[in-house]
Structure formats: C-alpha cells, structure tokens
C-alpha cells in the first residue's frame, strides 16, 4: 500500500509569493495534520483537518490556511511568505481520532524563502 | 510549547541495546507518550506508544514510570541504521489529537 505522499519534494520561492503545498493520505485514512520543521529541531504542529472540517490550529499567523478535499487529500497555502517560512512541511495522516491514535508522516516538502 | 526534554544525543555501540530516556513531568493523566525518529530529514517514522503500561513490539520496548513523569525507549540490539534523531511526544486531546514534539535526541550507532 502506498504510504503518506506530498508534492512537490523541493520548492524555492520569493519573499512575498504564494505557495501551495499538496498531501495524499493513505487509502482510508480521514484525517490529515500539518507541520512545520524548521532546521534543527522537531516539527511543530499547524493544523489538523478531519473529515473535511478543520479540528485544530497550531500557533500560526493566518497566513497560513489549509483545507481537505472530499477525497480526504489536503493543501497546505502559505501567503506573502518570508525567509523564517523556509522549513520542511510535513503532512501526516491517521485513520481516525480514537485512543489507538497513530499519524503516518509523508517524506515532507522542503521548501526554500529567498 | 514542547512538553518534553530530552538529551540532545547519545551513542551506543552497535548490538547494544539503547536507552533514550525522556521527562515529560507536566504530563496528565489521560496524555499518552509516544516515541518516533526520523532519519536524515526524512517523515518521522512511528516506533511506540503508551499510556502508563509498559509497552513492546518489534522495533523498542517502552518503559514508562509509575508516576509517568518519565518514560525510557529501548532498542535491545542497536544497528547502524538505527541511527537518527528519536523524538519523545506527548499526545494531548482537547476534541482533536495534538502532538508536542521535542527537540528530539540525535542517537549515534557506533561500530
């Protein structure tokens, strides 16, 4: 079975610009989470969806917005990005919200702010 | 807000075990500990978790004390490729599950 996938793997933008970053859970999986790791430490938490509704956000400016679609997959939209957006992304997806609760992470986006 | 500490890296000689230990004294009751590592910026890959029990699988034994202000992840036969940084995670619900990632602990398997 096909894990976590995200597009694109690489991306280098201009202070300012826009990005979209893209997520595919794994099959039956419902529930999609987004994270921001900067270089040297852990990732760090931005938003959850599940089930098509957002279940929580992370403390992030709302330059940061995200969304799932009804097949369960999910972007992740960045706005008037600065050089601190530089980071990998990671998505990661889970079944459901139970107590036997585990995410699967995606290989990540490494995006670049120039 | 990171809910964890951890040593910033450890070695272990290659084919013994490894002992990550992790404090995580603000943890409440119903919060579970989870361990997952990641290797040369790749995804974080899950190991274990547990809630106060001790837990094992195929990959690390989880010890968890009984005031569950600590736990202790063991690999019992520590490879190269075991070689990553191994973060410590508390799992929050407030109507959704939040992860708190750690700075995480750089383990070196050493031949």
């Known amino acids: 079975d096909a894990g976590v996938t995200q597009s694109p793997t690489h991306l280098i933008k201009t202070r300012g610009q826009h990005v979209t970053l893209r997520c595919s859970p794994i099959?039956?999986?419902?529930?999609v989470s987004w994270y921001q790791q900067v270089l040297g430490q852990g990732p760090q938490f931005i938003f959850q969806?599940?089930?098509?509704?957002?279940?929580g956000r992370g403390n992030f400016p709302d330059r940061f917005s995200a969304r799932q679609f009804p097949n369960y997959s999910s972007e992740l939209n960045v706005n008037a990005l600065l050089l601190g957006d530089s980071a990998l992304y990671l998505c990661?997806?889970?079944?459901?919200?139970?107590?036997?609760?585990?995410?699967?992470f995606g290989p990540g986006t490494r995006l670049t702010v120039t | 807000d990171a809910k964890t500490t951890q040593p910033t890296s450890m070695d272990c000689a290659e084919g013994r075990a490894a002992n990550l230990p992790c404090n995580h004294s603000?943890?409440?009751?119903?919060?579970?500990v989870y361990w997952y590592r990641q290797i040369h910026s790749q995804g974080p890959q899950y190991i274990i978790h547990?809630?106060?029990n001790n837990e094992t699988n195929e990959m690390a034994s989880l010890i968890i004390t009984e005031d569950r202000k600590s736990s202790t992840l063991i690999l019992p036969h520590a490879t190269l490729r075991d070689t990553a940084v191994y973060y410590c995670?508390?799992?929050?619900?407030?109507?959704?599950?939040?992860?708190?990632f750690g700075s995480g602990t750089k383990l070196n398997v050493k031949p």
């Open positions: 995670i508390v799992r929050v619900w407030n109507n959704f599950n939040k992860f708190y």
């Open positions: 547990g809630l106060k």
């Open positions: 969806y599940y089930e098509k509704e957002e279940r």
């Open positions: 990661a997806s889970s079944l459901g919200q139970g107590y036997a609760y585990e995410q699967y």
């Open positions: 099959s039956g999986h419902k529930s």
């Open positions: 603000t943890i409440s009751g119903n919060e579970y």
